[in-house]
């Protein structure tokens, strides 16, 4: 990356900067590889973060299935992360997972995990998993919630003779997409040797075609977690390694500390043969001290999050676009990669990130607000629809993490959080599940790539020209959604 003019005398963030075009041998988004390189099983440089709030088995699994990667956070307790990671390896790789609910289930039942948009569904079959096919009774269309009385059964809604296709009777995906929009559902069920096995949307055949999963190599979803620094940390990273996590993150808020420094050398220790991110950092000098500690991979961002109040409470931190730069030249040199940790808002973010030498993106209250993320679908008063996301570092995160301590010791540690204990980030009604979100982002940064003249993450960080601009040219990007 480059600079149009002089080099900037401040550090700065993603607002304060926009791409140059240059002269391009790229001709299409399609010609664009995105895999980050970084030594990961992904191939979209796009990581759910590790909070609570965003990072799921749900979420982590369809973010796998399109080539990215989800963190699961290390306030799990290690049975349940254990769990969480043998849910990911089980889930379908060319399938969407199903979402099943009995028939006696109320409208009210599947609008908690599931809005009422075209291009979902719920399938309702009676009895437990493993379904039989003949016990499922048919797919009912998410927009059919809209209309349906809350009480309604689903049984009743829902209509027989709804298209399933075999698996191994799956030619391509142009055949699946055909199959279901000559049907004219919104989509159908994956059945093999007589059982359910996942679903398919007629998008998510064309979505199969644009994208890579990121897989292990038994070609199983790929899936990371996190650890803290505190405790056993050697021994929660090993129980994580044998569950079959692809990538281990070794994560505090500062990440430039002896504590990381002994945690992370004791995992290294391990050689457990998975990747090790650590952070969270924002220098050069902390690159260099982690990556002698044993990580591979470098998390920058301190303060630039929504949920994070550190910057305001501490004046602590770094405006992510320059810490991105300081960090990915410093890892480069040392044959490390970076994670760019928090503050994209738009898909132009997530590409100025690239550009600045990050290998991949972390996402967090994007992600938060979307269909698979954990927690309930929950309306307000208007009827709009939200789920609740929280810092890690907030007082309902503490409650959560030390909830084994009395009361009184509880107390103390909540005396110290910081960041938003409960914040609604709304669905977007045109995008309400994280793939509608995958879709918007890479079709993005693809562009910018072209304009870059860039075919690969690699070829980005190098032609990358960025250049610096006031608030009003900052606004004057955005769109005008009614006249003036």
């Not at 002269?23 to 988004?29: D, F, I, L, M």
């Not at 043998?86 to 009995?102: F, G, S």
């Not at 996190?226 to 808020?253: E, F």
Request: hydrophobic content about 45%; overall charge negative; glycine content about 10%.
């Amino acid at each position: 990356m480059e600079f149009s003019g002089e080099s900037p005398a401040v550090d700065l963030t993603y607002s304060d900067v926009f791409l140059v075009p240059r002269r391009s041998a790229v001709t299409s988004r399609l010609q664009v590889d995105l895999a980050p390189q970084d030594g990961t099983p992904a191939t979209l440089p796009i990581v759910a973060s590790n909070m609570n709030s965003v990072t799921g088995p749900r979420l982590a699994a369809v973010l796998a299935r399109r080539g990215g990667l989800g963190v699961l956070p290390q306030d799990m307790p290690l049975q349940g992360l254990d769990a969480a990671i043998r849910d990911v390896k089980a889930q379908p790789v060319l399938w969407d997972t199903p979402i099943v609910l009995p028939p006696e289930a109320s409208v009210s039942d599947a609008l908690r995990l599931m809005p009422a948009t075209a291009g979902h569904g719920i399938v309702v079959a009676t009895g437990g998993a493993p379904y039989d096919a003949e016990r499922i009774l048919g797919v009912l269309p998410a927009t059919r919630l809209a209309t349906a009385l809350p009480d309604a059964q689903l049984g009743d809604l829902v209509h027989a003779g709804t298209p399933s296709l075999d698996a191994d009777d799956i030619g391509s995906e142009r055949h699946a997409f055909d199959v279901i929009t000559d049907a004219g559902v919104d989509m159908v069920t994956i059945t093999h040797h007589g059982h359910l096995v996942g679903t398919l949307s007629a998008r998510s055949a064309l979505r199969s075609t644009l994208y890579r999963p990121a897989m292990d190599g038994d070609g199983r979803l790929a899936v990371a977690a996190a650890v803290g620094i505190n405790g056993d940390v050697a021994s929660k990273a090993k129980a994580l390694a044998d569950a079959g996590v692809d990538v281990l993150v070794v994560d505090t808020a500062h990440g430039h500390q002896e504590g990381m420094l002994r945690a992370l050398s004791a995992v290294a220790a391990l050689n457990l043969g998975i990747p090790i991110v650590a952070g969270n950092i924002v220098t050069a000098d902390g690159v260099k001290d982690l990556v002698e500690a044993g990580a591979s991979i470098l998390k920058v961002g301190v303060g630039p999050g929504a949920m994070c109040t550190t910057r305001m409470m501490t004046a602590v931190g770094r405006p992510q676009f320059s810490a991105v730069l300081e960090t990915a030249e410093a890892a480069r040199e040392l044959g490390a990669h970076v994670w760019a940790d928090g503050g994209v808002r738009y898909p132009r973010d997530v590409a100025l990130a690239l550009a600045a030498g990050a290998a991949s993106v972390m996402v967090g209250s994007w992600f938060a607000g979307t269909i698979e993320a954990p927690g309930e679908l929950q309306s307000d008063a208007e009827g709009r629809i939200y789920k609740e996301s929280w810092g890690m570092a907030s007082t309902k995160a503490v409650q959560a993490r030390f909830g084994r301590l009395d009361a009184y010791e509880r107390a103390r540690k909540e005396l110290f959080a910081e960041g938003i204990s409960s914040s609604k980030i709304y669905l977007d009604p045109l995008r309400p599940g994280l793939e509608d979100l995958l879709d918007m982002i890479t079709s993005g940064v693809r562009s910018s790539f072209t304009y870059a003249g860039a075919s690969s993450v690699p070829e980005f960080h190098e032609r990358a020209l960025v250049g610096l601009q006031s608030a009003a040219g900052y606004e004057e990007g955005k769109a005008l959604p009614v006249s003036w």
